[in-house]
C-alpha cells in the first residue's frame, strides 16, 4: 500500500503563487510515475503534471509555463510549483501515484481557491 500526503493549499489571489507537496509512504519503491490532478466543482478530475523517475514530465495544455512539478531524491516527495494563477485553477488538487498492475493511489486532497 501506498499512502499520500498533500499540503500547501489555500486561498490565492490571480496572478499569485502556491506551491504544493506530497509525501509518499509505504511501498514507495513501487511508484512511478507521481503527479497532480484536480477537480473542478462539476467537472470531471484531470490530469494537471506528472513526472517519472526519468525525470520526464508531463503537463496539461492549461497549466504549461505557469506550473512545475518536481521530485526529491528519493522520490517519494513531489511539489507543485504554482504560478500566474487563474481563477480556473480554483480546484481540489490530488497527488497520484502510479504503482504498477494498472492502479493509482490518490491522496485526500487539498483545496486551492483563486480569488480577489
Known amino acids: 500500500q501506498v499512502q499520500l500526503v498533500e499540503s500547501g493549499g489555500g486561498l490565492v489571489q490571480p496572478g499569485g503563487s502556491l506551491r504544493l507537496s506530497c509525501a509518499a509512504s509505504?511501498?514507495?519503491?513501487?511508484?512511478?510515475?507521481m503527479g497532480w490532478f484536480r477537480q473542478a466543482p462539476g467537472k470531471q478530475r484531470e490530469l494537471v503534471a506528472t513526472?517519472?523517475?526519468?525525470?520526464?514530465?508531463n503537463y496539461a495544455d492549461s497549466v504549461k509555463g505557469r506550473f512545475t512539478i518536481s521530485v526529491d531524491s528519493t522520490f517519494t516527495t513531489t511539489y507543485l510549483q504554482m504560478n500566474s494563477l487563474r481563477p480556473e485553477d480554483t480546484a481540489v488538487y490530488y497527488c497520484?501515484?502510479?504503482?504498477?498492475?494498472?492502479?493509482?493511489?490518490y491522496g485526500q486532497g487539498t483545496q486551492v481557491t483563486v480569488s480577489s
Open positions: 513526472i517519472n523517475k526519468g525525470g520526464t514530465t
Open positions: 497520484y501515484a502510479y504503482v504498477g498492475g494498472g492502479q493509482s493511489n
Open positions: 509505504g511501498r514507495v519503491f513501487v511508484i512511478n510515475p
